[in-house]
Nanobody, 114 residues
Framework: EVQLVESGGGLVQPGGSLRLSCAASGLTFSRYSMSWVRQTPGKGLEYISRIEGGGDSTYYDDSVKGRFTISRDNAKNTLYLQVNSLKPEDTAVYYC???????WGQGTQVTVSP
């Protein structure tokens, strides 16, 4: 019933930017905190950001703080992650998830390469 669908990934050069989106359905979206998590074979899972249901409070891991911005549009049932100043080490599959990490999307690939 609950479905989270990420989009917006792609291949970018170092220093570039993307806006990742996560379209949610099957839940009352505004009631849930939402998170972004990324995964690489070498580093495994990294919890990188979280936003409260109303959008008033956010959390960022130190590895992305100052470069990434999490936001949400509850009227559109959509979560966003603006990723700026990208580095090769940001290359990963990016997942959106319900804040308690019970529900996950399928992920979207971000590749940062010259």
């Amino acid at each position: 019933e609950v479905q989270l669908v990420e989009s917006g990934g792609g291949l970018v050069q170092p220093g570039g930017s993307l806006r990742l989106s996560c379209a949610a359905s099957g839940l009352t979206f505004s009631r849930y905190s939402m998170s972004w998590v990324r995964q690489t074979p070498g580093k495994g899972l990294e919890y990188i950001s979280r936003i409260e249901g109303g959008g008033d409070s956010t959390y960022y891991d130190d590895s992305v703080k100052g470069r990434f911005t999490i936001s949400r549009d509850n009227a559109k049932n959509t979560l966003y992650l603006q990723v700026n100043s990208l580095k090769p080490e940001d290359t990963a599959v990016y997942y959106c998830a319900e804040g308690g990490l019970g529900y996950w999307g399928q992920g979207t690939q971000v590749t940062v390469s010259p």
